[in-house]
């Protein structure tokens, strides 16, 4: 009887294991949705619909799906992913603002990045670029450094509104140089972008698609990119941290992430895909016209990423002074 009992338990385990194992190799058994906690068009909405493409490729038979719930800064779409079911048929694509900014920004956030949320793959960096008006007697950062230095107070830089990335990366710029502007904060870039250009402030960062444009036009004048590295598309524009400011980096991100115990052949899986997609040509191709630059690494990676932008962020939010109730 014991032997017996002994045989019916291991033919149990192997069941079981058998059963696990088709799951996973079978996954995604039914559609995947995939949230963006902000409106089409966006940039970290184009990415993740480049994404569900790819994942659609990868795996035969397979339904991936773009839902998207935005709504404050990204938070209500955070939440639904948080809170939903870890078999993977739940995604988010999220971005620093969901990621890293927010943490810092709101008080009461409904969910807890590190807890909440299991990293798949940072899928691409956005590197913001320091624009000036042309007229502004300045072509590199040690010129705009000595300027502020000498007028402390009295250059006025512009952003997309308090607490949003382009005013957080100056805070962080400022720091470094130890200079003082004053902020003037916009109902988005676009409306901050105009009044540069028009001179009526003198200074920002801004995203490349944004500002490529313009630099291309000569209506801006960019004198550094915010990334560690040049940016491809603009590759004789230098870095903040080439122009006297080793280490400066502070750049906009989308990344991929499943709610907490997502079981983990899903997430290597996904994974997987993720850095084989973001070496493909097609995908690079389509970032660049984003002024992204695809990343795409292992979810340890990400979550070791994603915890050194967290204290990144908390410190310009500091600097910043920006609240959100």
């Known amino acids: 009887m014991k032997m017996i009992k002994r045989f019916t338990l291991a033919l149990t385990a192997v069941v079981l294991t058998s059963v696990a194992v088709t799951s996973h190799a079978q996954y995604p058994e039914s559609p995947v949705k995939m949230i963006v906690g902000f409106p089409p068009g966006q940039a970290t909405d184009i990415v993740a619909r480049y994404m569900a493409q790819k994942f659609a490729d990868n795996i035969p038979g397979s339904n ?135 001179g009526r402030i003198s200074v920002m960062f801004e995203t490349g698609p944004g500002a490529i444009p313009h630099i291309k036009s000569g209506r ?8 560690a590295e040049r940016a491809a598309v603009t590759p004789g524009i230098p870095t903040v941290a ?14 991929l992430v499943a709610p907490a115990k997502t079981p983990d052949a899903v997430i290597s899986k996904l994974s997987s895909i993720s850095m084989k997609s973001l070496r493909e040509k097609d995908f690079s191709e389509k970032l660049a016209a984003l002024g992204a630059v695809p990343v795409g690494n292992s979810p340890s990676e990400f979550r070791t990423f994603i915890e050194g932008e967290l204290k990144r962020w908390a410190i310009a939010v500091k600097l910043s002074g920006a609240k959100v109730d």
């Open 64 to 198: 991936f799906i773009v839902d998207n719930r935005p709504g404050a800064s990204g938070i209500l779409g955070s939440r639904i992913v948080a809170g939903a079911v870890p078999d993977g048929l739940t995604l988010m694509m999220g971005s620093s603002a969901t990621l890293a900014v927010n943490p810092a920004l709101y008080k009461d956030l409904p969910y807890d990045v590190l807890r909440d949320f299991t990293p798949i793959s940072l899928i691409a960096v956005v590197p913001q670029y320091l624009v000036v008006n042309p007229d502004l007697p300045v072509k590199t950062v040690q010129d705009l450094v000595a300027l502020a230095k000498k007028n402390p107070g009295k250059i006025n830089y512009g952003s997309g509104g308090s607490g949003v990335t382009n005013h957080l990366i100056m805070e962080l710029f400022k720091q470094a140089a130890g200079i003082d502007m004053t902020h003037v904060p916009y109902k988005g870039g676009p409306a901050a972008l105009t009044d540069l250009m028009a």
């Open 242 to 255: 080439e122009s006297g400011y080793p280490g400066f980096q502070a750049v906009a991100w989308i990344g």
């Open 220 to 227: 801006l004048r960019a004198i550094a990119v915010s990334s």
